[in-house]
């Protein structure tokens, strides 16, 4: 039987992501060994605090027992994979546009889980489908997530004017999912789940995380995310300290590394002539440079760098934000949604279709951008 610091450990030493992520911390730190001390104010903490809290939360409401119940009453309403599918697609995609794509994810695929245990159903592919959701929602408004909000912020248009800036492409998106959920899930009976005990869950450890995360997200709200983040420790402590050793916390050092390793790669000398002639992109330049950025250092870094150089516009977002399709590293909610799923190979389908999917986003998004983009 492993040790409890073996147990800790393991999942440190498992995670591959984590160690290039590392490593090539390391590599770029060789180039700049100066900028160690600059590290800690290179992360952005309210980011971290807020995941972390997040994945509490869900963490609490996954071992309460009632995404168990959700799941059988979701099986017993809908006998049909295909439809099934269609309706939790369909739920991370709306969830996404005003609660951003992570809570929607933290929300929509520890349930997914479940539904594998209960009847079945195959999780990897579908679980797939809701992170291309996530992304497809999440572009319509500019609180959907966080390259939007940065984009709203230093744009001045209003709330209105970027959901009609960014309406096409969704539609156009969401309608070709619906299609692609519709060819790649059956129409096959799946058998309900049968009720039993466990469906009745804790009811005290689910009720006091539903009050605890309307809580910590008004005080994240209040830009108050460290004591909402004290908030929820010291209650799980009491509920039910096993959440805190439970969540994936090697994801939070993958975040960190990714905060540090960008900085790091923008700083690079010989990167500073090609950054500075990004201001003198034209529109299609610029498409495909944010698109291209966003696969090598996530969207949302992506969007922090040309955003030094150039102004917040409709091209822009159109760029970042199908940037988060393709490679996983895309979107930072592609990576919570696939070590979510917690499934063997999950990474090399994910690709099989969400490369194709970047490569039609791009297409379309081009055909679709307004002209004064």
């Known amino acids: 039987m492993p040790s409890p610091l073996t147990a800790l450990l393991k999942p440190f030493l498992r995670d591959r992501l984590l160690h290039i992520l590392l490593v090539a911390g390391i590599v770029l ?44 009453r979701l099986t017993l309403r ?35 889980v479940t539904l594998k245990k209960l009847v079945g159903i195959p999780v990897r592919r579908l679980i797939i489908f809701e992170a291309l959701a996530v992304n497809v929602g999440s572009l319509l408004t500019p609180i959907g997530n966080p390259q939007n909000i940065l984009l709203w912020n230093r744009s001045g248009v209003g709330f209105l004017t970027f959901i009609q800036s960014m309406l096409p492409l969704a539609a156009v998106l969401m309608v070709l999912l619906w299609l692609a959920v519709w060819l790649f899930f059956p129409s096959r009976t799946i058998r309900p789940a049968t009720a039993d005990a466990e469906a009745t869950g804790k009811r005290t450890l689910l009720w006091a995380c539903l009050l605890l995360y309307v809580a910590f997200i008004v005080l994240v709200d209040l830009k108050m995310a460290f004591p909402g983040l004290l908030l929820v420790a010291i209650a799980l402590l009491f509920l039910d300290r096993r959440v805190l050793l439970a969540i994936d916390w090697p994801l939070i050092l993958v975040f960190i590394a990714m905060f540090i390793d960008v900085k790091l790669l923008s700083q690079l000398p010989f990167l500073q002539p090609v950054a500075a002639q ?24 992506a969007t922090i760098m040309m955003l030094n150089f150039v102004p917040s516009g409709v091209t822009l977002a159109y760029a970042v934000n199908i940037g988060g399709f393709g490679f996983a590293l895309g979107s930072m909610a592609n990576l919570i949604a696939l070590r979510l799923a917690n499934e063997s190979r999950i990474w090399l389908r994910f690709h099989a279709f969400s490369i194709p999917a970047l490569l039609l986003a791009a297409l379309l998004g081009w055909l679709l951008l307004p002209a004064s983009g």
């Open 278 to 301: 990004a201001a003198a992109l034209h529109d299609g330049g610029l498409y495909l440079t944010g698109i291209l950025l966003s696969q090598v250092i996530s969207n949302v870094p």
């Open 78 to 112: 809908m006998r049909n994979e295909r439809t099934l599918a269609l309706f939790l697609v369909s739920t991370s995609a709306l969830l996404s546009t005003f609660l951003t794509n992570d809570v929607a994810l933290f929300i929509v695929v520890p349930l997914t």
């Open 29 to 72: 730190t060789l180039y700049q060994p100066a900028a160690v001390s600059s590290f800690p104010r290179w992360i952005d903490w309210p980011t971290i605090v807020t995941l972390i809290g997040l994945m509490l939360l869900t963490k609490s409401v996954e071992l309460s027992g009632y995404f168990v119940w959700l799941g059988r």
